[in-house]
């Protein structure tokens, strides 16, 4: 079964403090990409970063970024110099395809809540 | 762009009745997904369309129906609404990439 775990459903981090959110999926797919999406209060969803299981370079982008470790399964999220607007649910998402239909499946994690702290 | 927008925002159904939320979006995607947040379960998905007047079923399809007559919208209906269906639904497009663009939500409750 194709799964997505996020363990921590809460997390707080000090304003301009570093926080990682853990996240670990099961697939027997070599080929798929990896998300962080970040939902603020206002439930829009949106994409934090991604992540292409055949690279091995991490994924940056500015404050935020990954430690993809394939062989584990684990795609963790790094927030440096955490801001308030930080504060939001983070889903942890993967992407395969489906062979039979030849179309993309996407799997999310059930979301850890992080509280950025003044 | 408005991008992808959710009508209508919040709604109240009694059980057994019916509605439609409506999903469109002005990006010419190709893909369009309906999923539903649930606390504790993350998004599931309940049908998503690859293209105009195509449909396929998600991990949760029952007691929810779509179309997808015209490419920039996404209809999910309910026939016969239930408790069990209340929920966040959420409307997703994306074009040959790998991103999905959300829309804002539809708060949803049955009683």
């Known amino acids: 079964a194709q799964t997505v775990t996020q363990s921590q459903p809460e997390m707080s981090v000090q304003e301009a403090e570093t926080v990682t959110l853990s996240c670990t999926y099961d697939?027997?797919?070599?080929?798929?990409?990896l998300f962080w999406y970040k939902q603020p209060p206002s439930r829009q969803m949106i994409l934090v970063i991604r992540?292409?299981?055949?690279?091995?370079q991490n994924a940056t982008e500015n404050r935020f970024s990954v430690n993809f470790q394939k062989a584990a399964k684990s795609f963790s999220l790094k927030i440096s110099d955490s801001q308030l607007g930080d504060t939001a649910m983070y889903f942890c998402?993967?992407?395969?395809?489906?062979?039979?239909?030849?179309?993309?499946?996407?799997?999310f994690g059930t979301g850890t809540r992080l509280k950025v702290l003044a | 762009n408005a991008g992808v927008t959710q009508t209508p925002k919040f709604r109240v159904l009694k059980t057994g009745q019916s509605m439609t939320l409506l999903c469109a979006q002005d990006?010419?995607?190709?893909?369009m997904y309906w999923y539903r947040q649930d606390p504790g379960m993350g998004l599931r998905l309940i049908h998503y369309?690859?293209?105009?007047?195509?449909?396929a079923k998600g991990e949760v399809p029952d007691g929810y129906n779509v179309s997808r007559l015209k490419k920039q919208n996404f209809l999910l209906g309910l026939e016969s609404a239930a408790p069990s269906q209340t929920s966040v639904y959420f409307c997703?497009?994306?074009?040959?990439?790998?991103?999905?663009?959300f829309g804002p939500g539809t708060r949803l409750t049955v009683t």
């Open positions: 992540q292409e299981a055949y690279k091995q």
């Open positions: 997703a497009s994306r074009l040959d990439g790998y991103e999905q663009y």
């Open positions: 697939t027997s797919e070599n080929n798929y990409y």
């Open positions: 998402a993967f992407r395969l395809l489906i062979h039979t239909s030849g179309t993309y499946k996407y799997i």
């Open positions: 369309s690859v293209g105009e007047g195509t449909t």
């Open positions: 990006m010419n995607h190709e893909y």
